[in-house]
T-cell receptor
Framework: GQQLNQSPQSMFIQEGEDVSMNCTSS?????WLWYKQDPGEGPVLLIA?????ELTSNGRLTAQFGITRKDSFLNISASIPSDVGIYFC????????????FGQGTTLQVKP | DAGVIQSPRHEVTEMGQEVTLRCKPI?????LFWYRQTMMRGLELLIY????????DSGMPEDRFSAKMPNASFSTLKIQPSEPRDSAVYFC????????????FGEGSWLTVV
């Protein structure tokens, strides 16, 4: 079945540093979504990408939908302590309307 | 606007007991999803519904798990009998067809089976 490979698995960075994480797949996806999960909460949608090559920003976050439709990255600039959490990529399967596949998550820790 | 509402938020139960988790999706959404999250397996899709009809239940672990959606504003996920390995966070999410396929999660039901 379809799988998403998300990397890195975890990151420990200094406040102020930039962060980059990515997801790759062997399958084509129609939509790429990036979520953040805070401890004890459900995942919250950060950015949604709908077409190949699309580059979208949300504050200090920037994400891109890869040209091949098999990958996406998320960048966080000038990290702050509240960026701590787990970041998930998710892809929408073309052949199965509604089904969203999630990556394994990237755990981000920010040292003040 | 109210988001996805799940109950209970936390439940501790004894092995063998029946567990029922409840979800109220965002009003107007026509897709509803049940996910399970564990450290080992991450976020797993268990089942999803479209217009109250189950579309894909291939992620349901075994016959002890069942899900229903009797109407557009309510769904249940039932585990009977529960086992310790069912301990996890269960998330309900909803979405709207044509709205970019984005889905919105509830805060989760934290289940511990002892």
């Amino acid at each position: 079945g379809q799988q998403l490979n998300q990397s890195p698995q975890s990151m420990f960075i200094q406040e102020g540093e930039d962060v980059s994480m990515n997801c790759t797949s062997s399958s084509i996806f129609n939509t790429w979504l990036w979520y953040k999960q805070d401890p004890g909460e459900g995942p919250v949608l950060l950015i949604a990408l709908y077409k190949a090559g699309e580059l979208t920003s949300n504050g200090r976050l920037t994400a891109q939908f890869g040209i091949t439709r098999k990958d996406s990255f998320l960048n966080i600039s000038a990290s702050i302590p509240s960026d701590v959490g787990i970041y998930f990529c998710a892809g929408h399967v073309p052949s199965n309307t509604g089904k969203l596949i999630f990556g394994q998550g990237t755990t981000l820790q920010v040292k003040p | 606007d109210a988001g996805v509402i799940q109950s209970p938020r936390h439940e501790v139960t004894e092995m063998g007991q029946e567990v029922t988790l409840r979800c109220k999706p965002i009003s107007g959404h026509d897709y509803l999803f049940w996910y399970r999250q564990t450290m080992m397996r991450g976020l797993e899709l268990l089942i999803y519904f479209n217009n109250n009809v189950p579309i894909d239940d291939s992620g349901m672990p075994e016959d002890r798990f069942s899900a229903k959606m009797p109407n557009a504003s309510f769904s249940t996920l039932k585990i009977q009998p529960s086992e310790p390995r069912d301990s996890a966070v269960y998330f309900c999410a909803s979405g709207l067809a044509g709205a970019g396929n984005t889905i919105y999660f509830g805060e989760g039901s934290w289940l511990t089976v002892v």
